[in-house]
């Protein structure tokens, strides 16, 4: 899959209101309508990423052969349960440091890290189970400890950080794929990933969080026309 990175820094962009097609608008429209209306730019990013996903054990090196810069690691290695089954005992930061060690080694600058309270696999007993996994009130305050701690820890500030650890890691993804993957209801999501967000830019305040992104398979099973969309994605 792609995630992704390629600069274009010190690239001009050109404005969409620049050039020959500029010259054709004004030809054909009033120069009042021009002097009421002025042409409109949208401001973009100078930057995109492109990477791999997913990055697991054993074969950085095979993708570094690529020389693509970015990976996005697969997060049930390193979900909150896993790295926590005992919500009484200190966390294991092993399960995610030798994962981002393997990567940065092989040369990838720009890792990407989906944080997941569970897994198929997993479950430390602090949320609400596979079907609604969102941290009951009574761990809230460890959930967010945990999200905290991982940013912390690769953040490359001198504080708390992963030995060895070459670059800062910015991107985090609060779950993945909101779907089956992550069945809770839209207002639970979003209730975790506001205590996620805050928890993040607590630790590291250039911290890029995103949200989970969508899987709607449902919403297709029918093969709806465009007309279906809208109730088919309701």
């Given at each position: 899959?792609?995630?992704?990175?390629?600069?274009?820094?010190?690239?001009?962009?050109?404005?969409?209101s620049d050039g020959p097609q500029n010259e054709q608008i004004e030809n054909k429209k009033p120069s009042s309508e021009l002097s009421q209306k002025p042409?409109?730019?949208?401001?973009?990013?100078?930057?995109?990423?492109?990477?791999?996903?997913?990055?697991?054990?054993?074969?950085?090196?095979?993708?570094?052969?690529?020389?693509?810069?970015?990976?996005?690691?697969?997060?049930?290695?390193?979900?909150?349960?896993?790295?926590?089954?005992?919500?009484?005992?200190?966390?294991?930061?092993?399960?995610?440091?030798?994962?981002?060690?393997e990567y940065q080694k092989a040369g990838f600058k720009e890792i990407v890290m989906g944080l997941r309270?569970?897994?198929?696999?997993?479950?430390?007993?602090?949320?609400?189970?596979?079907?609604?996994?969102?941290?009951?009130?009574?761990?809230?305050?460890?959930?967010?400890?945990?999200?905290?701690?991982?940013?912390?820890?690769?953040?490359?500030?001198?504080?708390?950080?992963?030995?060895?650890?070459?670059?800062?890691?910015?991107?985090?993804?609060?779950?993945?794929?909101?779907?089956?993957?992550?069945?809770?209801?839209?207002?639970?999501?979003?209730?975790?990933?506001?205590?996620?967000?805050?928890?993040?830019?607590?630790?590291?305040?250039?911290?890029?969080?995103?949200?989970?992104?969508?899987?709607?398979?449902?919403?297709?099973?029918?093969?709806?026309?465009?007309?279906?969309?809208?109730?088919?994605?309701?």
């Open positions: 899959g792609i995630v992704g990175k390629a600069t274009s820094k010190n690239k001009k962009q050109d404005s969409p042409a409109q730019t949208t401001k973009q990013s100078q930057e995109i990423i492109i990477g791999i996903e997913y990055g697991f054990e054993d074969i950085a090196n095979l993708f570094s052969g690529l020389k693509i810069p970015a990976v996005k690691l697969l997060p049930e290695k390193f979900d909150w349960a896993k790295t926590q089954p005992d919500v009484s005992k200190p966390i294991n930061w092993a399960l995610s440091d030798n994962l981002i060690r309270v569970q897994s198929h696999d997993s479950d430390n007993g602090a949320t609400y189970g596979k079907k609604r996994p969102i941290p009951k009130p009574e761990y809230r305050d460890l959930y967010t400890a945990w999200i905290k701690g991982m940013v912390e820890r690769y953040d490359k500030d001198g504080k708390d950080d992963m030995p060895d650890l070459e670059y800062p890691i910015r991107y985090y993804e609060i779950e993945v794929e909101f779907t089956s993957y992550t069945p809770e209801s839209a207002d639970d999501y979003l209730d975790k990933l506001r205590i996620a967000y805050k928890a993040a830019h607590d630790a590291y305040s250039n911290v890029i969080v995103a949200h989970s992104a969508f899987l709607p398979w449902t919403a297709v099973d029918d093969n709806p026309t465009a007309v279906q969309y809208e109730k088919s994605f309701a």
